[in-house]
Each structure stands twice: as structure tokens, then as C-alpha cells.
């Protein structure tokens, strides 16, 4: 950029006399050096007045510039192909916009957006019922507040969402109002229900007969009065339901029992998703969900990295006779010594990789596999990979018609995994050997490195045999095994 800066003299005057010291001794060498400072800074009084036009200026252009861009949008806008689309395809637009994904403020989206561009706009999405199914009450003052009657009015009979995040008393009290107050036929239109707030505001809400309800996600705050999901007592059709206790519990109330939500009997249950961030037992829980253990297929649970309780062990274990599917973070690996499931398809067990070594959810898992012996087609294991060797390769041992493996080393800052290397070395081929998995089809092995997914040295060599080995159908000791995929 050099060759583009102006021109500078290659010494400035008087610079070599103050490099060597001089002073000016004489009365007319001072009233020189004064006349030309003098002179100087009418120059630079001249310059700046120079530099305040320029920028005054550019300020004008830059103005008038973004009014030119301003005008060029809204040109380009109004020869936009959107605009000349029919009110139905118009409206499809809108409907997929809304039903993005990361759009989250849906109602602000329909209401700001849809409505505030143009009248064709304005009308084409008031026109539009599905725009206006998804009522969140944070946008909303009252019962009698406009936009909620407007959206239940332009929703028309189409099934309702209902989302309820509370952030202060007033929400609050909306909540309890918009449950009481609600009518029986924008009741049964309710299909999906998430509520956020204190256990106690929650007891409160009124049991509506939910007729369509399908999805429910219920987050319970501070405390715990067992009667949190009451609001769900006639809703038959619920197969889906998310819990999330973020209560604590004191010593006392622990002697006597954990404060849990009762959950009503929800005849079409299928689907329970478990959060325990409050750092209770798994066993906890096992009253409650051992009464939905004749409908309940796929079970989800979270949890914190560490129990502040002890685990009390039923004297009966709980059977599960349709649980299909289980995915169980952190401690919460403990609920496999607690239940058989002989339907049991698919696990998935996320292990702790912030207190390395304390728990091995893998042996868990083997406790059930010994007693229950389910027919497992797909095995997930994301965990530190502290425990034996044996304990994998014991349960691995009786997945004897897994299809699908994905395991991942989640331990940070290491090089190896000896234990995740030594399985794999066993499901190498050798056709004189009985093959382990022989139906597997899928294999996925993943160690997580300092930056990005990677896979160790030692468990390099190990996966590339295992996949070489099966790269094709073949017969190992007179056993048929699959290709890998």
C-alpha cells in the first residue's frame, strides 16, 4: 500500500537542526522560526476546514447511498416472484417459514413478519389457519387480550399447541387463568402441551378434558407437591410425555421419601422422557415408572454426573415387557439393575466423561443381558472407556443378533483407548474361529480428540481388520455372517 500514500518530503526543514541541537540565539532567527509557524498553522486551519467538507460529503453520499439501496430492495422486492404467486402457494410459503426449526418465536414471526410486510401478505396469512395454532403464552396479557382471541378465531378447528415458559407471578397467574378459562371445545383442540413453572402453580392448573392431546412436556421448578401432572388426568390419547425435576429435596423429606410427581394413568403412553437434573436416586422413580410398564416403549433419562443419594434396590424387579427402546445418561444406567425388558431393540447408554472411573454404565447393562436376555439389534456406548475390557466384551457376548454398534471413546485428552482396541480385536473374522455379532451390519467407532471426532493409533489398526474382515458375506466355523455396510 505504500506506493498509494502521498508524497513526503525526505526532510522535513528544521528537523537536522533539532537532531543537533541547535538554538536559535539571535532576535531575527526566533522571529523567523515565528513567522513561519505562524504560517503553519493558517495552513492547518486551511487543511482541516478542507477535511470537514470531505466528511461532510461522504456523510451526504453514504446517506444518499443507502437511500439508493433502500429503493433498489424494495424495487427488487415488489419484482419479486414471491409476489406474484397465488394466495395458496403464498401461503404454503408461509407455512414452511413457520415451520422451521429454529424458528422458536413462532408467534412473533406470524405477527411481525407475516403480517407487517404488505396487505397481500397480511391477508394471505390471516387467511392461513395453520400460522395461528401454535399460542405462546408469553405473548399474551390476559384472557381477553386480542391476540389470543385472534389466533383461536383464525386457527380455525385446527389442532393446538400450547407453550407456557413462566417467567414472573403475572405468568403465573395467566397460566392457572388460561386452564380455568378455556373453553371445552379449544380444550379438545389441544394436541401438544409445554408448561414451565414452580410444582406448586402447576398442582393448580385445572384438569381439562384433552381429548387430542398427544405430546406433553412438563418442567417442574423449586418444589414438588406430587400433583404437578394432574392437568393430564383426561388425556387419553397422551403417548408422549417429558418430565424435568429441577426441585432440590432436604435430608428430612428424603427420610421419609423423594418428593416425585405422580404421573395419572395415561392408557396410550408410549413414550417417557425422564430429566433428573436435581441429582435424585434412579429408584426414585421406579414406582412411577413401573405403573406404565405395561404401554411404555421407548424410554429416555438424563441426568447431573453424580448422585447425591444412595440407590434403593426393589425387592421386585420391575418387568417391562414392550420396552423397545432405552437411552440412559450419566448414573442413570443404574435403572438397568432394576427392571428385565425381553423386547428390549435398541440401547444406548451415554457415559460420564467428567468423573472418569466412577461408574461403568456397561456393567449395568450386563446385569440385564444376563438376566433378561433381550433380542438387541442396536448397541450405543459414548462413554470414557475407564471400565474392563470385560465387561463390553461380556455383553457384546450376548448381543448375539445385533445389527447396528456405535461406540465412541468420549474421554478428553488421550491418545489411546486400550479397552475400546480389545473389542475390536474381537470381532475380527478368522474363519476358523466362531464369529462374534455375525448379523452385524452397521459399525460406527469414533474417539473424541482434543479439537474434533478422530480415532486413536491403537484403535486404528484394530477397526481396519475388523472392516477388511467383513467386507463381504462369508461362513467363519460354520456360522453365516453379514457384511458390513
Known sequence: MAHNALPRPSSLPGIEDLRRGYTPSTHEARQSIEERSKQLRLEQERIDAELDRHIAEMQRLSLRRRDVVRELDLNHALLAPVHRLFPELLSEVFIHAVQDPFNVQKTDFAVRVLCGVCTTWRAAARATPLLWTFIDLSYITSLEDPLLRLQLQLSGQLPLTVTAKVQDQAMQLLLVAFFDGMSDEDASRVVEITVEDDGVVLSQLRSRHLATLRVADVNIWDTCTQGELGFLTSAPTLHKLTIGVQYECE???????????????????????????????????????????????????????????????PTVTCEMHVLHSLELQHYTHRFLTFITAPALHAVTLIGDDAQLGKEDPTESLLDLLTRSRPPLRSFALHDP?????????????????????????????????????????????????????????SLSVQCRGDKSPCVHSDVAAPLSQVRLSRKDPRVCAGRAVAALE
Open 251 to 313: 435430608d428430612d423429606d428424603a427420610a421419609l421419601a423423594f418428593p416425585v410427581p405422580v404421573i395419572p394413568d395415561l392408557p396410550c403412553l408410549t413414550h417417557l422422557i425422564l430429566a433428573i437434573e436435581n441429582e435424585f436416586p434412579v429408584s426414585a422413580f421406579l414406582p412411577a415408572i413401573s405403573q406404565l410398564a405395561p404401554v411404555l416403549r421407548v424410554l429416555k433419562m438424563s441426568s447431573f454426573e453424580v448422585s447425591a443419594w444412595e440407590e434403593t434396590k
Open 385 to 441: 472407556m475407564q471400565g474392563s475390557a470385560s465387561a463390553l466384551s461380556g455383553c457384546i457376548d450376548l448381543m448375539e443378533g445385533l445389527q447396528r454398534l456405535n461406540i465412541e471413546d468420549n474421554e478428553r485428552g488421550v491418545t489411546s483407548s486400550p479397552r475400546l482396541a480389545a473389542v475390536l480385536q474381537r470381532l475380527v473374522c478368522d474363519e476358523n474361529t466362531p464369529p462374534m455379532l455375525p448379523e452385524l451390519r
